[in-house]
């Protein structure tokens, strides 16, 4: 009899265990992001080489303090394709994160292979948000724009443990 008692405190606590799991991995650490006006959705300029706002509205986003990479963005923007990929860096090698379910404005296969196939342009809009991670901006012709971060060179040597490649910011002093 104990060991029946046993076994099912243990079988309880791992169905407990991995549905507290699946929640804070989905829904726990995740906020809505309080748009804060101009300054939510901006892009890099090929001339300054700085970011700088851009037209934009419908703007919803989340974001979480665990990781720089949780950042989502979808927003309109009534800018054209041609002026945009004169004005902005383009991004190389976007790969968009996949976004929980219930933020369903945000589909990552979908915005990727857009990408891939060039029915959607990916544009810097903040190089290094956090060290060692970009903005990067994705905008479709129809005015539809999607946003997440995305590691760079930078922060994949430095995570890895070695210096950072010419070009890159020194990295953060890190607290031990």
């Known amino acids: 009899m104990t060991g029946k008692i046993l076994a099912a405190v ?3 606590s791992a169905i407990l265990s991995g549905f507290l799991m ?4 989905v829904y726990g650490f995740y906020q809505e992001v309080t748009p804060r ?4 959705v901006q892009l890099t300029s090929v001339a300054a080489g700085q970011p700088e706002p851009i037209l934009f509205e419908n703007f919803k986003a989340i974001d979480s303090d665990s990781s720089p990479l949780r950042y989502r963005a979808c927003f ?3 800018m054209s394709e041609a002026m945009l990929t004169e004005t902005y860096v383009v991004y190389d090698d976007p790969i968009p994160n996949v976004a929980p379910g219930w ?3 945000f589909d990552a296969q979908a915005i990727g ?3 891939e196939d060039g029915q959607a342009f990916a544009f810097l809009g903040i190089s290094n948000v956090e060290y060692g991670f970009d903005r990067v901006v994705a905008i479709f012709p129809d005015g539809r724009g999607y946003a997440w971060h ?6 994949e040597e430095v995570f890895d443990g070695n210096p950072p490649p010419p070009g890159c910011p020194p990295p953060p002093e890190r607290s031990e």
Do not use: H, K, R, W
């Not at 995305?150 to 922060?155: V, Y």
């Open 150 to 155: 995305q590691m760079n060179i930078c922060g």
């Open 76 to 78: 309109e923007t009534p």
């Open 37 to 40: 006006g101009v300054e939510d």
């Open 103 to 105: 933020f369903d404005c």
């Open 10 to 12: 243990i079988v309880v």
């Open 113 to 115: 292979s857009a990408l």
């Open 22 to 25: 699946y929640y804070l991995q």
